[in-house]
């Protein structure tokens, strides 16, 4: 499990930012963090939304605090307040690092434990390098906690998982249809099929692959796993021939039809329900991900007419980012 760690800091800091990369890197070397900022966004990506995409995603949130920092509307008025947030949530953990003498003690993250030891600036230390190693052993310390609760947690989930799906499958199979967009919408008609008596054979074939997927929710665990039960609970003779139900078409009350660019975007957004979109993110990022391999092969402007009639469809909503482009969100 790779823990995503987000780097928030003042640009004039930039090489600070990088030292502490430096003595982070044999965690990231051995698969243990992950580590981003903005040096990282791609040219001629909206550098707003992987901003907030990487920060939402975040697991550890490092602060670096600097007179420059606490004076940036950006820095400290929208990362760290949404770094704080998710924090209070437990989403994230924050780690504010003094690197500048400055008066965080009055912060809106005053309450948290700071780093070096005892609040003492890195640029104040005699010795740079100790200054460093008790940043980056306070850090590793907080991941192994983070890796030992996380491993407490899966073992406790295997253990519930395994006796929810030991008596109760067909229920479980509910949860698997309310998280898929394409089975969602056929919900009554899979359940009414599983609940028939010649149908129970089937449900009971599928506790191995139900069990696999809530151990290990990934995309392509989920895209099997609905393969699986489209092919099993809807009707094998009204898939037209040669084509494969799951991800090419969109069940429909009576028979099947190819997906559309609205299919796929309805899909999408489902699937990634928590963010708010552009359409150039959707074609880029979203082309990316399994199952939606298609999203590339549309321009942003036909994405965008299609989110457009979404949204006076009542289906999507739709905001400003911060520097007024439409972004957009499945109702």
């Not at 959707?282 to 991900?289: D, E, F």
């Amino acid at each position: 499990m790779k823990i995503p760690v987000f780097y928030s800091y003042a640009h004039v800091d930039d090489a600070f930012r990088a030292q502490l990369e430096i003595r982070l890197e044999l965690l990231r070397r051995q698969n243990i963090i992950e580590g981003w900022s903005d040096r990282k966004i791609a040219p001629g990506s909206n550098w707003e939304e992987d901003i907030n995409f990487n920060l939402k995603k975040a697991q550890i949130i490092i602060l670096l605090i600097s007179p420059e920092f606490l004076a940036s509307d950006y820095c400290y008025e929208t990362e760290t307040i949404f770094a704080l947030e998710q924090h209070e949530k437990g989403k994230a953990i924050v780690v504010p690092i003094i690197i500048r003498p400055c008066l965080w003690e009055i912060s809106n993250f005053k309450h948290l434990q700071v780093l070096p030891r005892d609040g003492k600036a890195l640029t104040l230390w005699k010795n740079i390098d100790e200054a460093w190693l008790n940043v980056s052993k306070a850090i590793l310390s907080l991941i192994q906690e983070m890796v030992a609760k996380a491993q407490r947690a899966a073992e406790e989930q295997t253990r519930s998982i395994e006796a929810a799906t030991a008596t109760k499958p067909a229920s479980l199979l509910e949860t698997i249809i309310d998280s898929d967009y394409y089975l969602s919408k056929n919900k009554e008609r899979i359940l009414g099929a599983a609940n028939e008596v010649n149908n129970q054979e089937k449900l009971a074939q599928f506790e191995e692959q139900l069990r696999s997927f809530q151990l290990n929710p990934s995309d392509e665990t989920r895209v099997a796993l609905s393969q699986s039960i489209l092919k099993a609970y809807l009707p094998e003779e009204k898939t037209p021939k040669n084509k494969k139900p799951p991800y090419l078409l969109l069940v429909g009350k009576d028979s099947y039809h190819e997906e559309t660019l609205t299919d796929l975007l309805l899909r999408f957004l489902f699937s990634y329900n928590d963010w708010y979109f552009s359409p150039l993110r959707i074609q880029r990022w979203g082309a990316r991900q399994l199952g939606f391999e298609k999203l590339g092969n549309f321009s942003t402007a036909e994405i965008k007419a299609s989110l457009e009639d979404l949204t006076k469809n009542n289906q999507v909503k739709v905001t400003k980012s911060r520097n007024g482009n439409p972004i957009y969100k499945l109702k």
